[in-house]
């Protein structure tokens, strides 16, 4: 009983003293991943906005990318009826389905300009993706081959996971689907 007490108690301490672990009310599909990202030829505001999405996204803090998400304008995040960024990613994370982790990867991968002119990530996700751009997204493991062959047998046109940010530091969605 005496050990079961103790153990208890280092796991209280641990969560209560970290200020990781009162950040992350959830886990989620990041927080293995590293923040660090590649570096692209960007405006600083693009970057600066790039780098702090990546460091709350590996701290699941979905607060803070929420906050991101409104520090300018609107902000796309589902085609749905929901109402909150950070409830609908603690969903999808519950499903399975991997946001956060995708999230952090697509941002390293090549950028490209959007029809707006705003700085999106991936470079798949463009009028006529190249070869290159679907296979960046399999190294990258955002999707796997078999999805990716699917996407681009469904007119070689990427509707996976996709963001942007205006060259001003608005970042403008973080979105899947049609």
């Not at 209280?12 to 293995?32: L, Q």
């Not at 060259?167 to 899947?176: S, Y």
Request: charged fraction near 20%.
């Amino acid at each position: 009983m005496r050990r079961f007490t103790l153990l208890a108690l280092i796991a209280a301490t641990v969560v209560v003293g970290s200020g990781a672990a009162s950040a992350r009310t959830v886990a989620c599909s990041a927080s293995r991943l590293s923040a660090s990202l590649p570096a692209q030829k960007l405006p600083a505001k693009v970057a600066s906005v790039r780098a702090r999405i990546a460091k709350a996204a590996v701290a699941c803090d979905y607060r803070a990318l929420q906050q991101i998400a409104y520090e300018k304008d609107s902000f796309t995040f589902s085609f749905g009826n929901e109402t909150s960024a950070a409830a609908y990613w603690k969903k999808q994370e519950a499903r399975g389905d991997r946001p956060l982790a995708r999230l952090v990867k697509i941002l390293g991968l090549p950028v490209t300009r959007n029809e707006a002119g705003a700085y999106a990530w991936p470079s798949a996700y463009t009028t006529h993706p190249t070869v290159q751009d679907w296979n960046a997204l399999v190294r990258a493991g955002v999707y796997t081959r078999a999805e990716v062959n699917r996407m681009r047998q469904g007119g070689n046109v990427y509707y996976g996971y996709r963001t942007a940010i205006t060259k001003t530091g608005d970042w403008q969605f973080f979105v899947a689907g049609d």
